[in-house]
Antibody
Framework: QVTLKESGPGILQPSQTLSLTCTFS??????????VGWIRQPSGKGLEWLAN???????YYNPSLKNRLTISKDTSNNQAFLKITNVDTADTATYYC????????????WGQGVMVTVSS | DIQMTQSPSSMSASLGDTVTINCLAS??????LSWYQQKPGKSPKLMIY???NLEDGVPSRFSGSRSGSDYSLTINSLGYDDEGIYHC?????????FGSGTKLEIK
């Protein structure tokens, strides 16, 4: 059974760095073809893809966030991470992590999401 | 970036109706298109992948189709449980993109 769960700080101030953790089970990021992506959704708005990381440590980022994103993984502990630097109020959203496989490339399993508020 | 133009943004339909939600891709994405259903306060749930393939466990009332760069999600015999927001998603190339969502209300 595949499960994912996001965790984060809840609230942070503008200019700080947002650190998110995705803890998963039912698959491994050391297995060929497996990947994890991060997607966010401001309240009442649509979904925005942020980044993907693959079993071979290949990484892809949304260029709209320029160089603010860093995705990484800890295969031993079944975790994936996302850091967003220099946050502002526009980064207030629910952040999701989701599983992806290289044979299919769509997000098949999603976490429950974690709400992050950026406020001074 | 590939733009996914989703329509309508919201719709209201009655029990038992058939509804169709559309997504137009700004360039060729082949069949690299998925549909998600999202209930309030919940994460998106995969309904359709590969434009036309029904995810395991999804009722056969749901179907996906493609005509060129136009993609559609059709729901037959609407039930109250079908209420929610539906998102299309292209995974043909990076950056991955989503449609703006369609809010479906059951009258």
């Amino acid at each position: 059974q595949v499960t994912l769960k996001e965790s984060g700080p809840g609230i942070l101030q503008p200019s700080q760095t947002l650190s998110l953790t995705c803890t998963f089970s039912g698959f491994s990021l050391s297995t060929y073809g497996m990947g994890v992506g991060w997607i966010r959704q401001p309240s009442g708005k649509g979904l925005e893809w942020l980044a993907n990381i693959w079993w071979d440590d290949d990484k892809y980022y949304n260029p709209s966030l320029k160089n603010r994103l860093t995705i990484s993984k800890d295969t031993s502990n079944n975790q994936a991470f996302l850091k967003i630097t220099n946050v502002d109020t526009a980064d207030t959203a629910t952040y999701y992590c989701a599983r992806i496989e290289s044979g299919s490339y769509y997000f098949d399993y999603w976490g429950q999401g974690v709400m992050v508020t950026v406020s001074s | 970036d590939i733009q996914m133009t989703q329509s309508p943004s919201s719709m209201s339909a009655s029990l038992g109706d058939t509804v169709t939600i559309n997504c137009l891709a700004s360039q060729d994405i082949g069949n690299y298109l998925s549909w998600y259903q999202q209930k309030p306060g919940k994460s998106p749930k995969l309904m359709i992948y590969g434009a036309t393939n029904l995810e395991d466990g999804v009722p056969s009332r749901f179907s996906g189709s493609r005509s060129g760069s136009d993609y559609s999600l059709t729901i037959n015999s609407l039930g109250y449980d079908d209420e929610g927001i539906y998102h299309c998603h292209q995974y043909y190339e990076y950056p991955l993109t989503f449609g703006s969502g369609t809010k479906l209300e059951i009258k």
